[in-house]
């Protein structure tokens, strides 16, 4: 048995453990390879909401739908409404849960109705929350919703010249926007418009240009780092798990990247959980905050990651594979 075998056999049956379902379920399907009406993957989807962190986050969630606070969705960081729905949505769960639809439904009414209360219409806000909010509720199984379809339209009108996005305005996008292309990513093949097309062809053409990681800058450490929760962070695994599931695997700009995360594997065939977000770790340049952010996390920081090890094997299948 090779050195490679044995690493990658104990990293998948790591991987496969009953103590997280979503996880078992990515692997035995993404991994493995086994198909959607697997009974073993079947099984896994059914546990999400009963077992492991989608069940430890929807046992919080208030009778309303919400989390944290009815008035805001947004606020506090990182454990409101809007933060706990994104990772729900990347656990796997969709509307067919009812307390995730509940949650979908106070998005829908504060955020996606112009004459909804509370935080307004985001289709005129920032281009991180129209990018996160489009991916999240398409997971959740809402993308043919005329109010989701037009968050991917104002993700074509709002990107820059350059083929990027940037959450704050100026000329040119940036590696940090990324929302925009993880919500082309969530959206199956037929449903992307023509101009949809077009943009995911320029968007990914702006990430391939710069190595995912390079943008001719000072190189930034925390982007060198891997974390989850991501929120609207950016790293070098958010950019090769979205390229790779928007068909960018063969793509040589992409060779640095993967490199990068090969060589942060440990000899046991995991990957640690570097930082927790907002990573305030070397080269992050943050200024002092005015109040701490209420830091959300699945799994310690400093040790394996279940997450990040299922994510990083998933990306390295696809890349070699391609």
């Known amino acids: 048995m090779s050195a490679a075998y044995s690493r990658d056999h104990g990293a998948i049956g790591w991987l496969l453990e009953r103590s997280q379902s979503s996880v078992r379920y990515y692997t035995l399907r993404d991994l493995l390879g086994l198909p959607e009406d697997d009974p073993d993957v079947v099984e896994a989807l059914n546990d999400i909401p009963k077992s492991g962190w989608g069940a430890e986050i929807l046992s919080l969630q208030k009778q309303g739908g919400w989390w944290e606070s009815g008035r805001s969705l947004y606020r506090p960081k990182y454990t409101a409404t809007n933060w706990r729905a994104l990772v729900l949505s990347d656990l796997g769960l969709t509307k067919r849960e009812p307390r995730v639809e509940r949650a979908a439904e106070l998005f829908f009414r504060k955020w996606l109705s112009q004459s909804g209360p509370g935080n307004g219409y985001i289709a005129e806000n920032e281009v991180c929350i129209i990018g996160n909010t489009a991916r999240m509720l398409t997971r959740f199984g809402y993308e043919d919703d005329p109010r989701v379809k037009k968050l991917f339209r104002g993700l074509v009108e709002s990107q820059k010249e350059d083929g990027g996005w940037h959450c704050f305005g100026g000329d040119r996008g940036s590696l940090d926007c990324w929302e925009g292309l993880a ?91 570097d930082r927790v977000h907002p990573d305030l770790g070397s080269g992050a340049n943050y200024g002092p905050f005015r109040r701490p952010p209420k830091r959300f996390a699945l799994e310690h920081e400093g040790l394996p990651s279940k997450w990040i090890t299922m994510t990083a094997l998933r990306v390295l299948k696809t890349a070699e594979g391609a």
């Open 183 to 273: 919500a082309y990513a969530a959206l199956p093949k037929a449903k992307r418009s023509r101009s949809m097309k077009r943009s995911l062809e320029r968007g990914a053409e702006f990430y391939l240009e710069r190595r995912l990681f390079d943008d001719g800058e000072r190189r930034y450490l925390p982007w060198l780092r891997l974390h989850y929760p991501v929120h609207y962070y950016y790293d070098i695994l958010v950019g090769l798990d979205v390229l790779v599931r928007l068909g960018y695997a063969s793509d040589t700009r992409m060779k640095p990247a993967l490199r990068l995360l090969k060589s942060k594997r440990r000899p046991d065939g995991t990957w640690l959980l």
